[in-house]
C-alpha cells in the first residue's frame, strides 16, 4: 500500500458478528487492528453486549439483518474495504431443514460475494470449516492433514455439503472483477472443532455432568483423536488474513488454510475434560461404557423419534448417526501455512486458551446465561 494511504481508516463488515466466533472476531478487531474505522455488525440477531463497544474510538454499527436477503447484505456492504463471513447455520443435530441450511450457507454466501462484486468491495475472509474436508462417510481417519493431504472429501449431511459449496463459490470468486475493474481477492480458514469463551456445546456437556452428580461417561475410544482450536486464535487468524491480504494477494488470494493453534490432539470427551475437570467433573471409564453398536442403535433411534415428533415438537439431541461418526472418526490437522503465508502464530498459548474457558465455563456453566 501506498505511504499516503498508510493512514487510511478501513471499514471492516463481519457477518454473523453476534455468534461464537463472530463475537470474538469483532473484538479482535476493536483491539488489534490499528487501521479501523468503521465496524459493521451484521447479524440476524443482535447482541446487547454491542451497546458497550459503541462508546468506544472506533465508531461500531449494528445491523440486523439476514444473509439470505441480498438486498439488506448489498446494503450492508456498501462502502465497505473488506468482508469476514462467518455467518452460517450450524447445524449437525436436524434443528433446521437441508433447505434452511443450504439456504443460509450458500445462498448467504453467494449474496456476500455479488454484494463485494456490486459494491468494488475487494477483500473477502470466509469462514469455512474442516468439514468440508472429512470426516468423510467411510469414516477414514485424516490423521495430522495439512491443506494439501489427499483425502477423499465425500459428504451427505447437509451442513457439511452447504460448507463445501459455500467454500468453493468463495474460492472461485478470487480475481473476479469488482466494481471499479479492481480484482476480488477472497481466502478461506478452516476452523477444526473450535472451543473456548461461548461455546454452547462445552456448556452443555457440564450440565449435563452436573445433572450426572458431577460425572461424564465415555462413550468414544480414548485413541479417536479430534483437532481442536481456541477461539480467540481463529479470531485472530481471521483478522491477520484479511488485514494481509491486500499486500498478499498474489499469494493468498484463492487458498485455502485450516486454523490451527497449541491445543493438544485429544479425543472429543478427553479434551472437554481439559476444561470440565477443573470445574469440578470426572470422566467415568478408561474405554467406553456403551458398546458401539448400541450408540448406533441409539442414535438411528434418536433419528426415528426426531421424524416421529417433528410435527409436536423439536427432538434434537447431540447423538445421531453424522455426530456419532464425525466424534469416533480421527480428524487432525498439523500445518504451518498460515505462518508461511500470513505470519500467524497463535496469539493464546494452550495454557492461557485453557485458563480462559476454564474462567468461563466455572462463570457461566451453572447459570441461566
Ligand atoms: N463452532 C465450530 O466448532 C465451528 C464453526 N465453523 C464456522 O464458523 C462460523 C461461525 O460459527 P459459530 O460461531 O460456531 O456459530 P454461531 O451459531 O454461534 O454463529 C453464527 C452466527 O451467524 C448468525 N446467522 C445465522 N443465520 C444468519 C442469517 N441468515 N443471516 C445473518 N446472520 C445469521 C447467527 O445469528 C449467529 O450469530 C460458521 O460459519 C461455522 O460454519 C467452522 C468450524 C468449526
Ligand atoms: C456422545 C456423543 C457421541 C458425542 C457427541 C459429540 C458431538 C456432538 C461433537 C463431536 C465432534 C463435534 C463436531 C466437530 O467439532 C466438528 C465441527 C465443525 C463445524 O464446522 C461445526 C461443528 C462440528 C460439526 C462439531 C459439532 C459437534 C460434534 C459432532
Redesign the pocket.
Known sequence: MADSAQAQKLVYLV????????EHVVRMLLQREPRLGELRV????LGPWLEELKTGPVRVTAIQ????QAHEVAAAVAGAHVVIH?????DVFGRASPKTIHE??VQ?TRNVIEACVQNGTRFLVY?????VVGPNTKGHPFYRGNEDTPYEAVHRHPYPCS?ALAEWLVLEANGRKVCGGLPLVTCAL?????YGEGH?IMRDFYRQGLRLGGRLFRAIPASVEHGRVYVGNVAWMHVLAARELEQRAALMGGQVYFCYDGSPYKSYEDFNMEFLGPCGLRLVGARPLVPYWLLVFLAALNVLLQWLLRPLLLYAPLLNPYTLAVANTTFTVSTDKAQRHFGYEPLFSWEDSRTRTILWVQATGGSAQ
Open positions: 457477518t454473523g458478528g453476534c455468534g461464537f466466533l463472530g451484521f447479524d440476524l440477531h439483518g439476514d444473509v439470505t462467518t455467518a452460517g447455520l450450524v443460509v450457507n448467504g469462514t469455512s470449516s474442516m468439514e460448507k478452516r476452523p477444526t472443532g473450535i454452547q
